[in-house]
């Protein structure tokens, strides 16, 4: 279906909006199906994120600054999100051994479990842009996007 026809309509300013608002459309689409596969494992995407970062230095961990400058969506508070990982037993903080203010945040074998458990689920949506695009055009797409996000 085309944009036009998905937002029922058929003007824009100029090519730069309409691609904004193709972007947008594209990017909230995949967005809810994230959405609706982290909602099946009673997360939040947001969540999600911290816990796939943490995994990244699992059995390490990384203090609140360093996940936010690595998520993939800023999160407004990622400290509430810690806690209730936390309080989920996904993820646990500790105080850093270089700092006695600072505490350090790593993902426990629960979280990873549950990790395990989402990758098909998560796969899913590599498979269905895989399916949507030859090779050529998700490179190209990635190539765009961080085109755009470049500073």
Do not use: W
């Amino acid at each position: 279906m085309s944009l036009e026809k998905r937002i029922k309509q058929t003007r824009f300013s100029n090519l730069g909006e309409k691609a904004t608002i193709n972007l947008l459309v594209a990017s909230g689409f995949m967005i809810q199906k994230f959405d609706t596969i982290c909602a099946e494992f009673d997360i939040t995407r947001g969540q999600y994120n911290v816990l796939r970062i943490l995994r990244g230095v699992y059995p390490g961990g990384h203090p609140r600054s360093e996940i936010i400058d690595r998520m993939i969506e800023r999160a407004p508070d990622v400290t509430r999100l810690l806690d209730r990982l936390e309080k989920q037993g996904l993820a646990e903080r500790i105080a850093s051994s270089e700092d006695a203010r600072l505490s350090v945040a790593r993902i426990t074998k629960k979280g990873l479990k549950l990790l395990d458990t989402m990758s098909s689920s998560i796969a899913e949506l590599d498979t269905y842009l895989i399916q949507k695009l030859t090779d050529e055009e998700l490179v190209r797409l990635s190539e765009i996007c961080e085109k755009i996000y470049k500073e």
